[in-house]
């Protein structure tokens, strides 16, 4: 059965250098990730979300953290050190303040199924959440398959109900809109639950990270 990742729960596990070498499956949007951050650069999709927000993040840097499944670690100096593991589960946090805004971005990623979840979420200056990104990519075991993720992007209407400013899409390697991929019965429940669960009105406390990172 594959391991699905919730970013809002899971948020666990960080050690030893990743080497997604040790497997075949193609390179993931995680090992990306992790390469930007240690390169300092900012994720294309992150920028549009925060600009989508109307926070700017050009010039800012972010506060970093990751879990090994000790409690969170927050990385200064040692970017090297973002995204090791020696667990099959990572998780990693950056979270920028612009203005009294918070723009934050989280992984989560089962190395041993190849399953990644990222959530972007933008608060408000009172804290409380505005609009929220959240994917889930599936990377197949081998090359025989091709990766496959789902996406979709609400933000936060009249009344404070969330209302969807991306509907729910299937994505491709690079993020941009598949058809429907070739589903087994696991992925057809994953994608079921998947939908059913939108975003809750919560504030940037409840994401509970370390608080230096907030400040």
């Given at each position: ?210 608080s230096s990172l907030l400040k």
């Amino acid at each position: 059965m594959r391991r699905t990742l919730s970013v809002l729960v899971v948020l666990a596990g960080l050690g030893c250098s990743i080497s997604f070498g040790q497997s075949d499956r193609p390179k993931s949007p995680f090992s990306s990730h992790i390469a930007d951050v240690r390169a300092q650069r900012s994720e294309p999709a992150l920028v549009r979300f925060a600009e989508a927000c109307g926070v700017h993040l050009a010039g800012t840097t972010p506060r970093l953290a990751s879990d090994g499944g000790e409690g969170w670690k927050v990385v200064t100096v040692d970017r090297e050190s973002f995204g090791a593991a020696d667990s099959d589960l990572v998780n990693t946090a950056e979270v920028w303040t612009v203005k009294g805004s918070v723009v934050v971005e989280l992984w989560g990623a089962a190395l041993d199924v190849g399953s990644f979840g990222r959530t972007m979420y933008c608060f408000d200056t009172g804290k409380s959440l505005r609009l929220v990104d959240r994917m889930d990519f599936q990377v197949p075991e081998d090359e025989a398959g091709a990766a496959w993720g789902m996406h979709e992007r609400w933000r936060r209407g009249a009344g404070g109900k969330f209302i969807p400013s991306i509907a729910f899409e299937f994505i491709g390697q690079d993020e941009k809109p598949i058809p429907t991929p070739k589903l087994d019965k696991d992925d057809r429940q994953l994608v079921y639950q998947w939908k059913k669960d939108g975003p809750k009105p919560i504030t940037v406390r409840d994401l509970k990270l370390p608080s230096s990172l907030l400040k």
